[in-house]
C-alpha cells in the first residue's frame, strides 16, 4: 500500500487557509530541534516505523479528527507513517519531499509603516527563516533580498497590481541562493548591488548616499560593512531600515563567513562602527531584516521591531568597541552547511537544477 501524498504548496495553503489540520513529524527528536513547522506535533516513532513495529503511532490521536499530514527529513518514513494512520482509518497523507521540500514553503505578512507612503510586504521563507520584502508604491515595486522561485515575487506583486522594477540585494548571502538575478532576468528589473568586485555578472553597483526611486518613495543607501565589507542597509522614507544579515530583531550579523580569524577581527571592528550608525537612527525606525531564527506561523504577523526595541535587546549594540570586538568572536555560531559552495554560486549568479539540497538546514548568520 503506498499513502497519497501532499505537496509543499498544498500544505502550505492549508495552512494558510487555517484549515483543520494536524501535521505530525515522526522525525528524531534532535532533527526536530534544529526546525520544524510551526504547529505541528511530534511522536517519537521514528525509529519504530523503520523497524516495522506495529505498534507504531498506536497512541497517536489527531486532535481535530480531521486530515493528517505526516512529515520526516526526506518523505520516506512519513509514507510509513501515512500508511499505518490509513490503515486505522485516518484520513493521513505524507508530505512529499518531507522538510528538504519544505525548505522552499513560504507566508506573507504587510508591515506597517506609519509615514511612508509605499507599501511593504515581507516575504517569509517558514521552512528556512530567509526574510525577503516587496515595496510597492504608485504600481512601481521593488523586491529586496529574494530568497523564494522568482513566481513567488511575480504572484504578490500581481495581487498589489505592482510591477517589479529593481531588484536588490544587501549583501552577498551566504545561507541560502540568491534568486535576485533570476528574478531580475525574469522581470527585466534592474539588479542593484551594493558596490562589489566579488560577483562575476553584471549589476548597478551601489555606493553610500545613493537614492534609489520606486514609484514616488525614495531608498537611501547606508554602506555598513562588517557582516560582509560590502554589506548595505536600505532605509525607505527615513521611516523603515532593510538591514539584511547586519543587524537583526535581537542580534547581529557574525563577521567571520568566508574570513581568516584575521580578517574576522577586523570585520568585527568595521561592523562595530556600522552599527553606531545605525543606532543613531531615530528610535521609531522600523528594522526589517534578512533573517528569522525561528520557523515562521501562518499568522500574517510582520517579523519587525522598531530600532528602540532592538537596541533594548541586543547587548551587543550598547557595548564598547573593544567589548564588542572580544564578546563577538567568542560567541560565533557554527557555520551554516555549505556556505563556502552557497556564496560561490552567489558569487557567480547561477542556481543549481535542485536549490533545496544546498540549503537544507537552518539559517546561521546571527550572534546574540
Ligand atoms: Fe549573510
Not at 149 to 167: F, K, M, N, S
Not at 201 to 208: G, I, N, S
Not at 261 to 276: C, D, F, I, K, T
Not at 345 to 354: C, H, K, M, V, Y
Request: charged content about 20%; some cysteine.
Amino acid at each position: 500500500m503506498t499513502a497519497p501524498t501532499i505537496s509543499t504548496e498544498g500544505l502550505r495553503e492549508l495552512l494558510e487557509q487555517g484549515a483543520p489540520v494536524t501535521v505530525l513529524d515522526v522525525r528524531p527528536a534532535a532533527e526536530r530541534a534544529e526546525w520544524s513547522i510551526p504547529g505541528s506535533v511530534h511522536a517519537d516513532a521514528y525509529d519504530a516505523l523503520r523497524r516495522g513495529d506495529p505498534n507504531a503511532l498506536a497512541d497517536f490521536h489527531p486532535a481535530n479528527g480531521g486530515r493528517v499530514v505526516t512529515v520526516c527529513g526526506a518523505g520516506k518514513t512519513s509514507m510509513l507513517a501515512a500508511e499505518r494512520l490509513r490503515a486505522r482509518g485516518l484520513d493521513a497523507v505524507s508530505l512529499d519531499g518531507g522538510m528538504r521540500a519544505w525548505s522552499l514553503a513560504w507566508n506573507t505578512a504587510e508591515v506597517p509603516c506609519p509615514g511612508s507612503t509605499a507599501r511593504i510586504v515581507q516575504l517569509r521563507r517558514t521552512g528556512k527563516g530567509c526574510l525577503s520584502y516587496l515595496i510597492g508604491s504608485n504600481g512601481d515595486a521593488a523586491v529586496v533580498d529574494a530568497s523564494l522561485e522568482p513566481q513567488t515575487y511575480h504572484r504578490v506583486a500581481d495581487e498589489h497590481g505592482w510591477c517589479i522594477g529593481t531588484v536588490l540585494e544587501t549583501h552577498v548571502h551566504a545561507d541560502h541562493l540568491s534568486r535576485a538575478r533570476a528574478l531580475a532576468v525574469d522581470t527585466g528589473a534592474r539588479l542593484c548591488l551594493p558596490a562589489t568586485d566579488r560577483v562575476s555578472f553584471e549589476y548597478a553597483a551601489l555606493k553610500d548616499g545613493d537614492i534609489l526611486r520606486v514609484g514616488s518613495t525614495g531608498l537611501r543607501v547606508l554602506h555598513t560593512p562588517g557582516h560582509t565589507p560590502e554589506s548595505a542597509c536600505y532605509l525607505l522614507d527615513e521611516r523603515a531600515l532593510f538591514t539584511g544579515d547586519t543587524l537583526f530583531l535581537a542580534a547581529v550579523g557574525r563577521p567571520d563567513l568566508e574570513a581568516t580569524p584575521e580578517q574576522s577581527r577586523n570585520r568585527a571592528y568595521v561592523l562595530h562602527a556600522s552599527l553606531q550608525r545605525l543606532v543613531a537612527l531615530p528610535p521609531k525606525t522600523l528594522i526589517l531584516s534578512a533573517h528569522t531564527s525561528e520557523p515562521v506561523a501562518f499568522d500574517g504577523q510582520p517579523i519587525s521591531a522598531t530600532l528602540g526595541e532592538v537596541q533594548e535587546r541586543t547587548s551587543l549594540l550598547r557595548e564598547p568597541e573593544e567589548a564588542f570586538v572580544s564578546h563577538i568572536l567568542t560567541r560565533l555560531p557554527p557555520t551554516p552547511p555549505n556556505h563556502h559552495r552557497i556564496v560561490a554560486l552567489n558569487e557567480a549568479g547561477t542556481l543549481p537544477d535542485d536549490p533545496t539540497e544546498l540549503e537544507a538546514g537552518a539559517n546561521r548568520c546571527a550572534v546574540a
